[in-house]
Each structure stands twice: as structure tokens, then as C-alpha cells.
């Protein structure tokens, strides 16, 4: 069984740019969740989905992020205009359906932001 | 909002020792799960705890959830070398609201051989 992917691996940009992150849950796993990991900490929820509707966001800096899931199955994270505290490690994860299922995490997306 | 707070945020160990980490929530849980994170990699479910005083065990892990379903904690035996990572728990509050988990710090477990 496919694991959930993300890309890019790894991106370094400028304060004030604008970056997209990408994530393929697991086929069949209708809850998609964002999460950014400060480094030394734990993971903090951004955004969870339940197929393609948020059912929590109130995490998200919605000032300049966003993202979406279309079709319930891709999602993208988006940042616009990035400011240096944003620079972590943003990872995707994927269950079964909502939070009674265990998690199954992506590699993730290092972002530094300079 | 609710907070999960973990106990040590480091510790060391000789291998063979035993180690336990611990999990306070500042809020009443439906339940609790326990990730592993190895250096440099991303989080990996080991458990979920639902029932009030549920102890499970796989091999040398122990997990314990509190009675009043506000605290847990994982506890290994003998630690080997590939028990080096950071363990996270996380867990959802009961009262509703949000429906996403909350995660701790972590607790890095360092073990010298």
C-alpha cells in the first residue's frame, strides 16, 4: 500500500514569497489533515478535511495561508506572502475517516523562509 | 484552548534501562494516541487508548491511560538502541469543538549504548 506523498521535499525562499505545498493521501482515506512542526516541537493542526470540506481551521493563519481539497482526494497548502516564523516542517497526514483512526503521516515539506 | 503537556522533554539512558514518558492534558479526553518520530523522519502511530484506565502492551511498550481520561503514559523495558526517537501523544477533547488532535511537545529519548 502507497504511503502519503508530498512535494516538494525540501524549499527555500525569500520573506514576502508566495509557496505551495502539495500532498496524495492514502487511496481511500477521506480525512486529510495539515499540520506544521516547529522544530523541537510537536505537530500543530492547521487544517483538517473530511473528503472535500474543512471541518477544522481554526488553527489556520487564514490571513496567508490557505489550501484546498478537490475532488476529496489531493490537497494543496498554500502561503502567500511567507514571513520567517513560518519556516518548519509542514506535514500531511491522512486516516481513515476523522480522528478515532490512527494517522498515517507524509515525509513532509522542510520550508525555510530567509 | 486545550494543552497537552509532556514529561521530560529529554531523557537519557543507558541501553537496558527502562524509560517512561508522561502525558497531561489540561482537558478531559475521548482518547489518546501515541506517535513515534524518528530524527529526521515524520510521525508513526503506535497506539490509541479510548477506555478509562486501558493499559496496552506491545512487546517491551506499555501505555496507560488515566482513569479521570486526562493523563497516559508509554513505558518501555529494556530500551534497545532502535528506541531512539521522540514520542508524541495526542489526544482529542472530549467536550467537542475542534476535532483535530492536539500534540504534545515530545519527549526525546536519547539512549547511550
Redesign the interface.
Known amino acids: 500500500e502507497a504511503g502519503v506523498a508530498q512535494s516538494p521535499r525540501y524549499k527555500i525562499i525569500e520573506k514576502r514569497q508566495s509557496v505551495a505545498f502539495w500532498c496524495n493521501p492514502i487511496s481511500g482515506h477521506a480525512t486529510l489533515?495539515w499540520?506544521q512542526q516547529i522544530l523541537?516541537?510537536?505537530?500543530?493542526?492547521l487544517i483538517?478535511f473530511q473528503n472535500n470540506g474543512v471541518?477544522?481551521d481554526?488553527q489556520l493563519p487564514k490571513d496567508r495561508f490557505s489550501a484546498e481539497r478537490l475532488k476529496g482526494v489531493d490537497s494543496t497548502l498554500k502561503i502567500q506572502p511567507a514571513k520567517l516564523e513560518d519556516s518548519a516542517v509542514y506535514?500531511c497526514?491522512s486516516s481513515l475517516s476523522?480522528?478515532?483512526y490512527?494517522?498515517?503521516?507524509?515525509?513532509?515539506t522542510r520550508l525555510t523562509v530567509t | 484552548g486545550q494543552q497537552?503537556m509532556?514529561i521530560p522533554q529529554y531523557q537519557h539512558v543507558q541501553e537496558g534501562e527502562d524509560f517512561t514518558t508522561y502525558c497531561n492534558s489540561s482537558t478531559t479526553l475521548?482518547?489518546i494516541?501515541w506517535y513515534k518520530q524518528r530524527p529526521g523522519?515524520?510521525?508513526?502511530?503506535l497506539i490509541?487508548l479510548?477506555k478509562s484506565g486501558e493499559v496496552k502492551k506491545q512487546k517491551r511498550l506499555t501505555f496507560q491511560f488515566g482513569e479521570a481520561k486526562k493523563n497516559s503514559s508509554l513505558h518501555i523495558t529494556a530500551t534497545q538502541t532502535t528506541d531512539v526517537g521522540t514520542y508524541?501523544c495526542?489526544g482529542?477533547d472530549s467536550g467537542g469543538g475542534?476535532?483535530?488532535?492536539?500534540?504534545?511537545?515530545?519527549t526525546h529519548l536519547i539512549i547511550q549504548p
Open positions: 489533515y499540520y523541537g516541537q510537536g505537530p500543530k493542526l483538517q471541518v477544522d481554526s506535514l497526514a476523522g480522528w478515532g490512527e494517522q498515517y503521516f507524509g515525509p513532509g | 497537552v509532556q475521548s482518547n494516541q523522519g515524520h510521525p508513526v502511530f490509541q479510548v508524541f495526542a482529542r475542534a476535532d483535530g488532535l492536539t500534540f504534545g511537545k515530545g
